[in-house]
């Protein structure tokens, strides 16, 4: 594929990351954190950063580590525990560099970074990268993508959820509950999104 | 097969050594904050290197902060001031911190990174406290579950302490216990005498550290404590003074009443000493003879049931139960308790009853 093409297409998996296959309500991936964290718009705003910045590094140095280290070698069946070990390295880093050069963002951030080291989302999306055989471009466009994507959805929620407080629910549903029929019903109108674009 | 497994296996753990490598370079490189300075209440001021955590490098300098945890931020107890350099408050700390605390800069030690030079304040009590290393010189039978235990200072040679106060000992490993702890006990000495100090030790059945104290301590044997802690102690006023105390609650009052020959205090005061048996009571003698030195003092024992075969012609019965019926003027007394939940809390429902407000009740619970 000669670059602009390479481009064009990578600027489709970006927006189809977003929307159409959005990597937590149609994938379902990150739901852990999603619920956990989606209580205030403050918080998921933090995490939402985190995982977009996270996300997007994550799948470029997986995608280096896979083509040039693990293929040439055949060791492609390594690739879960190879792409675990370097994002929580990845993130103890990211972790320290902030800490050292901008307390401010350390603080907004501070708490949420450790935590994406088990969100299942970033290596989801690695993982994506490699099944659907994407090159260097196009994972730059599907990493950033998916961040976004997740940003928004968990942007969402904390929305829908501050709204909720005040509501009242059956006592059997408070919480986790009423949280996962919400998500259900917003990957039902994320469904609708299918028709804009056909992803790859 | 065996080439494929070995350069696997070669490939993942040379990967992983190599994020390692890269990860300990830079903890080294980013987390140098260089030297950086901590004044401690506008008096003590002294520099370390930045990165770590300010407990613990309060504890490295020998500057004690409570905590319980040991710094993984949650007991919450290692509060202090800390009026410059500490950046903004950490959602790990919230949690802990009170509206007004928050307002007057306190903030969890073990949460906040030394990255620049510090302004901490302490409570004055907490700069007192030292860890000094003792050798056990007398260890004397009281009853048949308690004993008096004498340390000698020998590192640092001396101690202040207010009569009330507490100290922690430290139980070394032994035979049943895997690990060291710590357990709390008031000192019970002449507070004039400052190169030593007595504490009075209940057996606590299965207890590490007592059953080490009373089964492996050894005159001779050296043991770190430090302290002193605590802020049950007599009020300055003059006030005539209920003491009631039951076991080794004896400790912070005979302290008290050391003190108070010291000082030739004259206030007006009576000790309520409740035992079991009159076998369980100890250190009469000692008291009877605060009794002759101290104008107002008197000794009261209460035995609340008697052997057959042992003599007893004082008061009998629950110490509360002599309080209520010997107690006249309640409402002028000051009344400071010392001894175990259940004692205490039922003799502040006796002193309530009697019309002693709830602000001139102190106590030290041993829990």
């Known amino acids: 594929m000669s670059f602009t093409s390479q481009m064009s297409y990578a600027l489709v998996v970006f927006i189809s990351a977003i929307f159409t296959q959005n990597i937590l309500l149609s994938y379902f991936l990150g739901l852990c954190p999603f619920i956990g964290v989606s209580r205030e718009i403050k918080a998921a705003f933090g995490l939402g950063l985190a995982v977009i910045f996270v996300m997007t590094a994550t799948s470029l140095l997986n995608w280096v580590v896979y083509h040039v280290v693990l293929e040439p070698l055949g060791l492609e069946f390594f690739r879960f525990i190879m792409f675990i070990i370097i994002i929580a390295a990845f993130v103890q880093l990211v972790e320290m560099i902030i800490d050292r050069y901008s307390p401010p963002l350390y603080q907004r951030l501070g708490v949420f970074l450790p935590l994406i080291t088990v969100n299942c989302a970033i290596l989801g999306a690695s993982l994506f990268m490699v099944i659907r055989d994407y090159s260097f471009i196009v994972t730059i466009g599907y990493g950033l993508g998916s961040g976004i994507g997740w940003f928004l959805a968990i942007i969402a929620m904390a929305g829908i959820r501050q709204r909720l407080a005040n509501e009242r629910i059956p006592c059997g549903l408070q919480g986790p509950g009423i949280t996962l029929i919400i998500a259900g019903l917003m990957a039902l109108a994320f469904i609708g999104f299918a028709g804009v674009l056909q992803g790859s | ?367």
């Open chain 2, 1 to 367: 097969m065996v080439l494929t497994v070995l350069i696997a296996v070669g490939v993942v753990s040379s990967i992983g050594a190599g994020l390692a490598a890269v990860l300990v370079v830079s903890e080294h490189f980013f987390n140098d904050y260089g030297p950086c300075s901590i004044t401690v209440n506008d008096e003590k001021e002294f520099t370390v290197d930045g990165g770590k955590n300010l407990l613990s490098v309060m504890v490295g300098e020998k500057l004690f902060i409570p905590s319980a945890c040991g710094g993984r931020g949650t007991c919450g107890l290692c509060k202090l001031k800390v009026l410059e350099g500490a950046g903004p408050l950490l959602p790990t700390e919230e949690p802990y911190l009170e509206k007004d605390e928050r307002e007057s800069n306190v903030r969890l030690a073990c949460q906040v990174k030394v990255r620049d030079n510090l302004k901490v304040e302490i409570p004055k009590e907490l700069l007192a406290i030292r860890e000094y290393t003792c050798k056990c010189t007398d260890i004397k039978d009281l009853t048949h579950d308690m004993k008096q235990f004498r340390f000698e200072l020998i590192e640092p040679q001396s101690i202040d302490y207010i009569p009330g106060q507490y100290i922690q000992l430290l139980a070394p490993v032994y035979e049943k216990s895997s690990e060291e702890v710590y357990r709390a006990y008031s000192i019970s000495s002449d507070p004039a005498e400052k190169n030593g100090i007595e504490l009075i030790i209940r057996l606590v059945p299965g207890g590490i550290c007592t059953t080490w104290c009373f089964e492996y301590l050894k005159v001779g044997d050296q043991v770190k404590l430090n302290g002193p802690y605590g802020d049950f102690r007599l009020s300055k006023t003059d006030a005539p003074i209920i003491f009631i105390a039951g076991g080794s609650g004896m400790a912070p009052i005979k302290c008290m009443l050391h003190e108070m020959r010291n000082t030739s205090n004259k206030r007006k005061a009576r000790y309520y000493f409740g035992a079991n048996k009159v076998r369980e009571l100890c250190l009469v003698e000692l008291m009877r003879q605060f009794e002759s030195e101290l104008a107002g003092f008197k000794f009261i024992p209460i035995v609340a049931s008697r052997d057959e075969e042992e003599r007893w012609d004082g008061e009998q019965g629950l110490v509360t139960e002599a309080v209520e019926r010997t107690l006249k003027d309640a409402e002028q007394c000051e009344a400071y308790l010392c001894g175990s939940p259940g004692m205490i809390d039922a003799a502040v429902e006796v002193l309530k009853k009697l019309g002693v407000t709830e602000d001139r009740i102190f106590y030290d619970k041993f829990e």
